[in-house]
């Protein structure tokens, strides 16, 4: 069975206060209930550092919520992933549908991010959803296929062990619609079967495809159970500690078997 993985996604949310107060008891639960999932925290850039402190010594990782895929230098109001490194972030999250969206950004954008990521030492969550028109005219396949194409271009193999993919219907992500478990476990098995035929198939099966969109502590359990799906990305429930920790116990429960 593949580790399942946790990771939230705090997006424009939180004061410095209120991050570190949730960080705190994320790290807290985590530290006592050891549960045998991975879990991480996506804070706002100016609250990674407080972030961080809080959860010192804890396995709760620290993660970006977007970077620059250029190195430090002339680019004002952008965050390079050296800055992530620096200040104690072990991955980032790349193409939420958020930055599609509203910033723009495109799968050749994403591909960039990614490999630069990588060069630096950095784990990536890879995001990739369909919209609801797309779901509803049955392109949610050629979609997720043209993303994973252009996100994915130029990856080797070997690389794919520093990747998790998000899979999140747009649909889904903020809106309290969320797929049903049969709805994400078709589409992370076509999501698997294409990384199988694009790398190969011990390597697609080695890999962590997270659901995202909507997850909250009482829908975890049955989402998390579908075979191919590893884990969630957590948007709004992840700002609640009650529903971020009850996510991760259930996870836990399932790992336990
Ligand atoms: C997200 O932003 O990645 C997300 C899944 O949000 P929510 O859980 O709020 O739908």
Not at 191 to 200: E, G, H, I, K, S
Not at 202 to 231: C, F, H, T, W
């Amino acid at each position: 069975m593949r580790r399942l993985f946790v990771a939230g996604n705090w997006k424009m949310n939180t004061t410095m206060a209120s991050a570190q107060a949730l960080a705190s008891e994320v790290a807290a639960e985590v530290a006592r209930s050891q549960p045998n999932v991975d879990v991480a925290v996506c804070p706002p850039f100016p609250y990674l550092i407080p972030v961080g402190i809080s959860l010192a010594n804890s396995p709760v990782m620290l993660g970006g919520q977007n970077a620059h895929y250029e190195k430090p230098g002339a680019f004002t109001g952008e965050t390079s992933l050296e800055m992530l490194v620096d200040v104690g972030c072990r991955l980032v999250v790349i193409g939420h549908s958020e930055r599609r969206q509203f910033f723009g950004e495109t799968d050749e954008l994403v591909n960039k991010k990614i490999h630069a990521a990588w060069q630096r030492g950095l784990d990536v969550i890879f995001c990739i959803g369909e919209v609801l028109q797309d779901r509803e005219a049955n392109r949610t396949e050629s979609v997720l296929s043209t993303q994973l194409q252009g996100g994915l271009a130029g990856v080797e193999p070997a690389q794919l062990g520093k990747l998790v993919i998000a899979y999140e219907p747009v649909w889904a992500i903020g809106t309290g619609l969320t797929a049903s478990p049969e709805q994400a476990e078709a589409t992370h098995l076509f999501v698997r079967n294409w990384l199988a035929t694009r790398f190969d198939r011990a390597s697609a099966d080695a890999m962590r495809i997270q659901y995202g969109g909507s997850v909250k502590a009482d829908n975890a359990k049955e989402l998390l159970s579908q075979p191919n799906v590893d884990g969630a990305l957590v948007g709004g429930a992840s700002l609640k500690s009650d529903q971020f920790l009850g996510i991760i116990r259930a996870a836990a429960e399932l790992s336990a078997g």
